[in-house]
């Protein structure tokens, strides 16, 4: 065991503040590493804050933070992925069994036994694993992922959540040419959503509360943005989207959305806000439309989005921080003042 540097949070109403924390030495199958950037996912906000408290009651001190770049520094003697001194990735998960049907199907996020990671009981020093916003970290090769050379790395960083969580339901309901996608909600999670849909060719809608992101919206390739206050604009676009993904981070009106989809148009949940949305059954039951959630990604599929992001030169379009500054990064992200992804540089925990 060692002690790592970190940022922690003592309860739900406590700023995150310097702590020293405790890290496995690397077993047989790990693999050390020095965490350069971690992104920052409105679900550390959610988790931080005991937010998510029925479903996944927060345990403290919380370490949030499942966007994680950095190098190699030590492997375990079995290790055959990774050598010292290699860029190495860290997404939301650190351990599954490896048995189960979930995982057999490369579909890890959903194994009863998943170990996330943060907030998730921790097998090998007991309490709960401690994630990102820290100096290091140890975890199973299995769920150490390759980032392509050509990538920015603090920009890398939150393709391992909003990066994923994106591309996944993208690929899963067939968005590619010819097809209409909206994105609804221009932060961490919808601006990746819009630079994959971009990419797959689709023809993209962004649906925003804040009508100054419209700029940015096109640039980051929107064909379209529609401000989701104006019931005219929505009007003009009903019945007309075959998938359109939420990536809404609080409560919103959702029939607004399902009322825009063709018939067998689907939209996918990725957002989580606290409190259930009410949805209309009617608006499903004409057109037979589907409403769906998404959760982040399998390891498999991770390492290809990783891969797409390399071939497309794809990496998110972030603000890189100091770990001093994550007090006011959680305020600004719940003002949807983001552009578009807050990148911890973790050097800056060298200082404290
Ligand atoms: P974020 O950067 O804060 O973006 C959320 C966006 O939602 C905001 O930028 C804003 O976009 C819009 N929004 C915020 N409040 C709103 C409101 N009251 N009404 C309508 N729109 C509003 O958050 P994120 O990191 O992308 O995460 C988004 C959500 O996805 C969170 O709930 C997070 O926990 C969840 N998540 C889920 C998964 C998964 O596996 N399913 C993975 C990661 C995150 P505009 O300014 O454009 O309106
Ligand atoms: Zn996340």
New binding site residues.
Partial sequence: MYNAKAYAAASATSPLAWSAISRRDPTEHDVQIEILFCGI???DL?TVRNEWSGLMPTVYPCVPGHEIVGRVTKVGPAVTKFKPGEVAAVGCMVDSDGACPECQAALEQFCPNMTLTYNSPDKHLGGVTYGGYSDSVVVNERFVLRVPSNLDLAGAAPLL??GI?TYSPMRRWGVSKEKKVGVV??????HMGVKFAHALGAHVVVF???PH?KEDALRLGADEVVVSRHAGEMQKHAGSFDFILD??????DINAYIQLLRRDGNITL????AKPLAVAAFGLLFGRRSLSG???GGIAETQEMLDFCGAHNIAADVEVIPIQKVNEAYER?LK?D?KYRFSIDTASLKSE
């Fill in positions: 996912c409105h679900s959610h959540c909003a969580t909600g221009l932060g961490g999670l919808g925003t509360t804040s992101k990536a809404v981070s609080a409560d919103h990725v957002g989580a806000p998404s959760l982040i992200l949807s983001v």
